[in-house]
């Protein structure tokens, strides 16, 4: 049914207007509390097998969205609602910024694939703070992903990204630090380790000091070098972060300026996902994003690692279920197995356990 919507209509419409009347959609189902609580009770994960627990947070089910549908906070609730374990609000900013100028999102169906240079369109933390603090009427793990505005230098970030974190840690599940979109110029010299350090130092101040100590993370992007996927892990090892979320988006590839996400993504985020456990074993929880498409990519990253595992593309080409199907296959294959997403993390895959 998507598929017939999305090959008939939706790909020959503005991926950018496509974009924002879901959200305005998802935004007006959020203030309809009754068909907001029946989609929840028929496609939420619900099955006990799916539960996990993450740096002291309940996920219903493994699998989120990803930060960047839900720049605004506007709609976590009806995401919830359509069976995402957790919903990563954001790329948020200290000041409201307008992002690059239009058309700044492309498809490419051929490769399964998106390229964006959205460049951290957002109202601010303000106003997202505004939109947090109202009460929910059905449970969602949320995320808050911060970003440096666009136009404070370099010299300053640190300071920008306290002033997003005292406004939205009192109000996130968890925190996360993101320094690795390819959109705000510079930003991506942030992960490096002696620009990182102060950096995520000052954040994890303000997120220990939250009432419920908010659990911090950093997002990497997926063109760092192997020792520098290294020298973060080895970084947030010793700040005493919550976990890393890899990856973002890749500026490796020959098409329009941006960064590339969706299936020619998979096999390098995999490729970091495995580093990462690597060098850390189970000390930090680590959160797999870009290429994941079905059960088979979600369940090969939590045996490679993950805890927890995003998508964002892989929603656009299979529509609004597509969360909530993957939740159910995936339950069914935990059953047949007799087992679930906690005991299957990391675990060095014996063969009764391929798929
Ligand atoms: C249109 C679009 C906008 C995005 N915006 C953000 C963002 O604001 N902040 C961020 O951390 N990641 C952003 N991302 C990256 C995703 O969160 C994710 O890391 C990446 O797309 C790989 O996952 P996927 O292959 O499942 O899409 C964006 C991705 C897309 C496609």
Not at 245 to 265: D, M
């Amino acid at each position: 049914m998507y598929r017939l919507l999305f090959t008939q209509v939706l790909r020959r419409l503005d991926a950018e207007a496509v974009h924002h009347a879901t959200v305005r959609a998802l935004a007006l189902l959020s203030t309809l509390p009754l068909l907001k609580r029946l989609l929840h009770r028929a496609l939420a994960p619900s099955d006990p097998a799916l539960r996990v627990t993450a740096f002291g947070v309940h996920f219903p089910g493994p699998l989120g969205l990803a930060a960047g549908f839900d720049k605004d906070a506007a709609c976590a609730e009806a995401l919830s609602a359509f069976g995402f374990g957790h919903v990563e609000v954001g790329t948020i900013t200290a000041h409201a910024q307008p992002g690059n100028p239009r058309p700044r999102l492309f498809r490419d169906v051929r490769r399964r694939a998106v390229i964006n240079r959205m460049g951290f369109n957002n109202a601010g933390a303000q106003a997202a703070a505004r939109r947090l603090r109202r009460t929910r009427g059905v449970p969602v793990v949320v995320g808050v992903n911060i970003g440096k505005t666009k136009v404070v230098p370099e010299s300053e970030a640190a300071a920008d990204y306290v002033t997003s974190a005292k406004e939205l840690a009192p109000l996130a599940d968890y925190l996360v630090v993101n320094v690795s979109s390819p959109n705000t110029p510079g930003l991506r010299n942030l992960q490096a380790v002696e620009l990182l350090r102060p950096l995520l130092a000052s954040v994890k101040e303000v997120a220990d000091s939250t009432p419920r100590r908010t659990p911090l993370l950093v997002k990497i992007a997926p063109d760092l070098a192997d020792d520098d996927v290294d020298a973060v892990a080895d970084l947030a090892l010793e700040l005493g972060l919550d976990g890393i979320i890899a990856t973002n988006t890749t500026i490796r590839h020959s098409g329009e300026t941006g960064g590339l996400s969706g299936r020619p993504l998979k096999e390098r985020s995999i490729e970091v996902l495995r580093r990462l456990r690597a060098r850390v074993g189970d000390r930090l929880t680590l959160v797999s994003v870009g290429g994941v498409e079905d059960v088979d990519d979600v369940w090969e990253r939590l045996l490679a690692g993950a805890t927890l595992v995003q998508g964002y593309t892989g929603m656009i080409y299979e529509g609004p279920l597509w969360a909530s199907r993957i939740h159910r296959r995936l339950a069914r294959r935990l059953r047949r197995h007799a087992t679930t997403v906690p005991e299957l993390i990391g675990r060095t895959a014996p063969d009764r356990l391929q798929g």
